[in-house]
């Protein structure tokens, strides 16, 4: 029998997805991608995702409010959408709860979920809600839209395009670091001296957010879209940095060389990695949950893609005999590997 943890994520799905038949003509992308792509009108094609969030692999309660729970949960579906150039449109819920939640409890879930579909206009219409033994479970399917024409897949990266990414990496790990340390540092306190064991977070805001309210980046499609900006290839940053680049590469049959000193890093970020004895560009390349979009662009769109805000090129595309490859500062060249959070090891 084959361990899971061995096949990782992403080999498990390669694995149990292999030779798939589809049966419809109106599947056109199946397993692969952020979103499978459905359709018969040759102009306007269907986006559908799915994630599931469990509670003790995905989330802790301990310092995860509900409200931000709900709101996370919808934009990690949100995320999926916008990586493949598209548009949200409606949101299917489903949850499993156990016997210690109320319904105030869910309402406060709702509450998050109803703030994030406001915000992207996006429509709550339908879903299942049933029992667990085991906690707290949200699995959310995510439907959107985009013209053929518009969607960008993970394999459409060409050699010499240039790899660009929005925001900056490593702030949601760096985040859990410390949300993981207070909890450490709270429950090793008596229950006489709860008070004096609440955490003080001042001057890492920035960091707490990202890991318990992340923003999907619908801003970066519409000013892609502006500027008439369209990605070869493109996909949201759930794993890090590197699991992501190379899943583009793999799916377009490229190598790529990103340089180090051009990966986006906030000050806090840097400052709570040196505060953990942590390779801050570690962080950044392996730490996921950023929910950026790392996508590619023609080298003929340079010019335009410099001048987006909060925008970053930190790389190309190269042919694949030359591998995929990390140029640190000093100018030496490491292989890239996919060492980003893997749910299943």
């Not at 998050?112 to 033994?133: E, F, N, P, Q």
């Not at 459409?156 to 540092?185: F, H, P, W």
């Not at 042919?319 to 100018?331: S, V």
Request: charged fraction near 25%; aromatic fraction near 6%; hydrophobic fraction near 40%.
């Amino acid at each position: 029998m084959t361990d899971i943890s061995i096949l990782g994520e992403f080999g498990l799905i390669r694995r149990l997805t292999k030779d798939l038949p589809q049966f419809n003509a109106g599947t056109l992308k199946g397993v692969g991608d952020d979103c499978a792509i459905l359709g018969t009108d040759p102009k306007l094609r269907m986006l559908v995702t799915t994630d599931m969030l469990m509670e003790g692999i995905h989330f802790d309660l301990t310092y995860t409010p509900l409200e931000h729970l709900g709101y996370k949960a919808a934009m990690v579906n949100l995320s999926d959408i916008y990586a493949m150039n598209g548009t949200p449109r409606q949101l299917l819920v489903s949850i499993a709860v156990s016997r210690r939640f109320s319904v105030e409890h869910l309402e406060q879930l709702y509450a998050g979920l109803r703030r994030a579909c406001k915000k992207h206009r996006v429509d709550i219409v339908g879903g299942d809600t049933t029992s667990s033994l085991t906690g707290l479970a949200i699995s959310i399917t995510c439907i959107g839209e985009a013209e053929e024409q518009d969607i960008a897949r993970r394999d459409g990266a060409c050699d010499t395009d240039l790899i660009c990414v929005s925001g900056n990496l490593g702030a949601a790990y760096m985040g859990l670091q410390i949300m993981e340390r207070e909890k450490a540092v709270f429950n090793s306190r008596p229950a006489s001296d709860a008070e004096a064991a609440q955490p003080d977070f001042s001057g890492r805001e920035y960091l707490i957010e990202r890991i318990l309210k992340p923003e999907a980046r619908r801003d970066i499609i519409e000013a892609l879209r502006e500027t008439g900006i369209r990605p070869t290839s493109m996909i949201d940053i759930s794993d890090g940095l590197s699991s992501e680049i190379l899943h583009i590469c793999h799916s377009s049959n490229t190598g790529c060389r990103l340089y180090e000193e051009r990966i986006p890093l906030d000050y806090q970020t840097a400052a709570a990695a040196e505060e953990f004895n942590l390779n801050v560009t570690t962080c950044a390349l392996n730490g996921g949950e950023d929910y950026e979009l790392l996508f590619t662009v023609p080298l003929t769109d340079h010019e335009k893609v410099c001048a987006l805000e909060d925008v970053s090129v930190i790389g190309h595309i190269t042919h694949p005999e030359k591998g995929c490859a990390l140029i640190a500062r000093d100018g030496q060249e490491f292989e890239l590997k996919a060492q980003g959070w893997n749910p299943l090891q």
